[in-house]
Each structure stands twice: as structure tokens, then as C-alpha cells.
């Protein structure tokens, strides 16, 4: 079992940032593959960005590449979501996830999920 924290969210500016991390216990994080998703209200989740075990691989939406940076620190069990230039259709509830996996992975096909963390960006 892994166990997936999420803290960073809040209200924010258009134009703003933020930074959402993700504590990761319960597995070796570094085997783990890496994703943030986020559901709007009335929306279906989407995907928004991915990391490999090691961090040289990323993927991003469109909708957030160029603005937005996954990372992550394997001795600290930690994935970030650094999030710049922010909008109002940003707004949702961000969610880290993570299986087990040596590829980048856009579906919803991860094993592990956190409680999710809301975003507010206001116009």
C-alpha cells in the first residue's frame, strides 16, 4: 500500500503561483511512476502532468505546458507540482497519483491516489 498526501493549494491571483506537494509513504517512492490529475466542478478528472521513477521523463497536458513543472525528490518521498501563470480555469482539485510503472502514463490508471487538494485561482 502507498499512502499519498497532498498540502500546497489555495487561493490564488490570476497571474499567481503555487507549488503542490505530495508526501508519498508505504513503497519505495523511487519505483513508483508519478502523476497529478485535477477535477474542475462538473468535470471529469484530467490528467495534467507525470514523472518517471528516476525524474528524467515528463509529460504534460497542453492545457499546462510551459506553466506548470512536475518534480520530484526521491530521498524526501516527494512530488511537486510547481504551477506559474496561473488561470482561472485552473481552478480544481488536485490530485497526486501514483503505480507502478517504468512508463509515462496519461489514463487514469494508477493504482494510488491522495485526498486531493483545491486550487483557486480567482480572475
Known amino acids: 500500500q502507498v499512502q499519498l498526501v497532498e498540502s500546497g493549494g489555495g487561493l490564488v491571483q490570476a497571474g499567481g503561483s503555487l507549488r503542490l506537494s505530495c508526501a508519498a509513504s508505504g513503497r519505495t517512492f523511487s519505483s513508483l511512476l508519478m502523476g497529478w490529475f485535477r477535477q474542475a466542478p462538473g468535470k471529469e478528472r484530467e490528467f495534467v502532468a507525470a514523472i518517471t521513477r528516476s525524474g528524467r521523463n515528463r509529460d504534460y497536458a497542453d492545457s499546462v505546458k510551459g506553466r506548470f513543472t512536475i518534480s520530484r525528490d526521491n530521498a524526501k518521498n516527494t512530488v511537486y507540482l510547481q504551477m506559474n501563470s496561473l488561470k482561472p480555469e485552473d481552478t480544481a482539485v488536485y490530485y497526486c497519483?501514483?503505480?507502478?510503472?517504468?512508463?509515462?502514463?496519461?489514463?487514469?490508471?494508477?493504482?494510488?491516489w491522495g485526498q486531493g487538494t483545491q486550487v483557486t485561482v480567482s480572475s
Open positions: 497519483a501514483a503505480r507502478d510503472s517504468i512508463f509515462l502514463i496519461r489514463t487514469e490508471e494508477y493504482e494510488y
